[in-house]
């Protein structure tokens, strides 16, 4: 009960230092989300009391000059019901430069590049990882959300041409490097950069799980989704604007019904990200803790264990829960738990547990590697 009030007691304080009404009342609900108790989570209640407790001790806010300038319009939200409910939405009007959709979504496609085509990728189960036998599948599983990290002009009237001029230059150097399949710029204007049937290069060195598979190197797999934005660490709030929310929920639905996405493999690039070299997860930390899953229509993954702890027994450092604020810490926790608890049941040490985790995802790589290098010598000689 102590612990209780005292998170309690954090979560008023902080909601006390958001200037903007309606963004405090959304600071407040996805506090009462994240306290409200899973099946999972209600054996482990005064363990996930006691981290909300810590990150929230380690992280101060301070609004920004910009962001207590922003107007947030609260968008309609969606809670998960347990099942994927998928939108009807069909494509209304197709030109050479846009597409339009019966959401209201409107895709330019006049910066429209081709990549590599999608080609067959492999998935592993989750019960029984087998580096030499995994499932191949072609069809798109997943979105990964992203931030350009690109430079910021006060969003404001006065400003509008260097907004103009930036994202310009942002979508320019996007398109160059195929980097995304989509880019929302700061008025919210949805651009196609690469093609939906090829491959965009977002997220390499990534790894996602849904409730059958496990996904490595993520960009045959899932879509790249990238605001015109930067993450700040620890922020709360969102950092991208009305605009960009909504076009990203119009998206997002476009593209779940399209393909059949689940909820569960909408993700953030700070979520999936890994760095192989050091075995840390989080190399890449945009939306690390503030994406706004309620708002895009989605259930909120970041209390999702990271499968890249539990089942190749990657870790964290300090930076990367630094960046992810209070948001991450619950899906951390279970990723550990998970892990700690699969290693006692084998009789295990964690440490040597974790080793025998990273060997698979090693031979992953190599097996991954290997195919890469033949199909590029398939391609040379035909």
């Known amino acids: 009960m102590i612990l209780k009030s005292l998170a309690q007691k954090l979560i008023e304080l902080r909601a006390n230092r958001i200037p903007d009404p309606v963004a405090r009342l959304r600071y407040l609900q996805q506090r009462i989300g994240l306290a409200r108790p899973t099946p999972r989570s209600r054996r482990k209640g005064p363990i996930l009391l006691l981290i909300v407790v810590l990150a929230s001790l380690l992280i101060v806010y301070k609004p920004s000059t910009t962001e207590a300038r922003q107007s947030f319009v609260p968008l309609p939200r969606v809670t998960s019901t347990g099942a994927d409910v998928f939108a009807t939405v069909w494509l209304v009007e197709h030109t050479k430069d846009f597409e339009i959709y019966s959401n209201g979504l409107r895709i330019d496609d006049r910066y429209t590049v081709s990549s590599d085509p999608r080609a067959a990728y492999p998935v592993y189960q989750r019960s029984s990882i087998d580096a030499a036998q995994p499932e191949w599948r072609t069809a798109p599983a997943g979105i990964v959300y992203h931030t350009t990290e690109s430079d910021q002009a006060v969003f404001e009237e006065d400003e509008t041409s260097k907004l103009k001029r930036i994202g310009k230059g942002v979508l320019s150097y996007v398109q160059q490097r195929h980097a995304y399949h989509f880019l929302i710029d700061r008025f919210g204007q949805v651009f196609r950069v690469v093609k939906e049937s090829d491959i965009a ?18 960009n045959s797999s899932f879509f790249g989704v990238a605001f015109e934005t930067q993450t700040q660490a620890g922020q709360e709030l969102p950092s991208a604007n009305p605009a960009q929310i909504h076009s990203a929920r119009v998206l997002t639905e476009m593209l779940r019904g399209k393909y059949r996405i689940t909820e569960s493999n909408c993700v953030t690039h700070a979520q999936v990200s890994v760095n192989p070299g050091n075995m840390l997860i989080g190399y890449h930390t945009d939306w690390a803790g503030n994406f706004p899953f309620l708002e895009v229509g989605l259930s909120d993954n970041y209390t999702a264990p990271p499968p890249s702890i539990y089942a190749f027994g990657f870790d964290y450092d300090p930076a990367f829960v630094h960046h ?39 031979e992953i790589l190599e097996t991954l590697k290997t195919a890469s290098n033949s199909k590029e010598k398939s391609n040379a000689t035909s």
């Open 201 to 218: 290069d977002h997220a390499g060195m990534s790894i996602w799980a849904d409730n059958r598979v496990i996904y490595v190197n993520l």
């Open 324 to 362: 992810t604020g209070v948001r991450l810490w619950e899906g951390l926790a279970l990723a550990d738990d998970e892990l700690r608890t699969e290693a006692a049941t084998r009789g295990l040490a964690v440490a040597k547990y974790r080793s025998i985790l990273r060997k698979k995802y090693k």
